[in-house]
């Protein structure tokens, strides 16, 4: 790594002065690499601010202080528009950082020029603590999400700053992370970092969240699209049309689309991309039809396509109404 990487921590905050003390504290604590702690008050309570003109007052914390809640996106920005160091971090302030985070994000942003955004692992992400044996191990996600992302400098120059057309916040993040991929970035997350998150503490207060967060989804839909479900069912060994499957699987991944690929066990290895939003099943050959109608139709969240190679079950799925295409 070199010798010259630093990283400006980011973070909105609004009310919550326990917390925010609580995570000042693990970064204090858990961080090696020089950085510098840049905290956005957006219009907190008078309790608040008192806690943080105590910490900006010991010297390595900046506070910018905002007489009214710009929201999340705007504080953001304020925050980007002093970064000086190679990476910003955007860090909530009901998070906690757990030894070597920032390191290990690093780590990974440095070993691939593709890569723009990184998360850590978290329980907000499907783990429920730090685990060993990942350092240096990554995987790629269809988008980041703004509870503690790392981002390259060079991206910010590239693609600009959050959008606030996403104020007061909820998908900004993501909104981003979709121009990150345009312009040829990777999001991933570094399986080796860990930070655990409390997650809402702050949107869940306002009174309007709900509303705010539908009328959010629809812009961010109408610009990029709704993703998508799409299943695959493999029920025979299709040899060279693996690959044309394994192409079809990163399109929709690339998208941004969630993706399940069911095989019919066999000897052979199965060789898909590793991605977040991709989960793979192999089922035994006895009952094999049964068993994918099952597991497909018992989903909450129904699929939007089914892809399947087996006449039989695109005949059944297509009687349940589902959208169905034959590979």
Not at 36 to 50: H, L, Y
Not at 304 to 312: A, H, I, K, L, N
Request: aromatic share 10%.
């Amino acid at each position: 790594m070199r010798s010259d990487i630093r990283c400006d921590i980011i973070i909105p905050v609004w009310d919550e002065p326990g917390l925010t003390k609580k995570c000042v504290d693990s970064i204090r604590q858990n961080t090696s690499l020089p950085y510098k702690i840049v905290i956005i008050d957006n219009a907190s309570s008078v309790e608040t601010a008192q806690c943080l003109k105590g910490l900006s007052e010991k010297g390595w914390i900046t506070l910018i202080r905002n007489e009214r809640n710009l929201g999340f996106p705007a504080a953001v920005n304020q925050g980007m528009a002093s970064l000086d160091a190679p990476y910003a971090c955007i860090l909530n302030n009901d998070t906690a950082v757990y030894r070597g985070w920032l390191r290990e994000m690093i780590l990974i942003a440095e070993g691939d020029s593709s890569i723009g955004i990184v998360n850590p692992a978290s329980n907000n992400l499907g783990q429920k603590g730090p685990e060993p044996g990942f350092s240096g191990k990554w995987i790629e996600m269809a988008m980041c999400t703004g509870f503690c992302m790392l981002i390259k400098r060079t991206l910010i120059e590239k693609i600009g700053n959050f959008d606030e057309i996403y104020s007061p916040g909820n998908f900004e993040d993501a909104d981003f992370s979709k121009r990150a991929i345009r312009a040829g970035y990777k999001c991933v997350m570094a399986r080796g970092a860990y930070v655990h998150h409390e997650e809402n503490t702050s949107f869940k207060k306002r009174k309007d969240w709900n509303k705010g967060f539908k009328r959010n989804r629809e812009i961010f839909n109408k610009r990029w699209g709704a993703p998508e479900r799409i299943v695959y069912v493999i029920g025979e060994d299709r040899g060279g049309n693996l690959d044309v499957i394994k192409r079809g699987v990163r399109e929709f991944l690339k998208k941004g689309d969630w993706v399940w690929v069911i095989f019919r066990k066999s000897s052979r290895k199965i060789d898909m991309p590793e991605h977040t939003s991709l989960s793979i099943f192999e089922i035994g050959k006895f009952g094999f039809a049964i068993k994918v109608l099952w597991r497909v139709i018992k989903r909450k969240k129904r699929f939007s396509e089914v892809m399947t190679d087996s006449g039989f079950l695109a005949g059944f799925f297509k009687v349940l109404g589902y959208r169905v295409q034959k590979i």
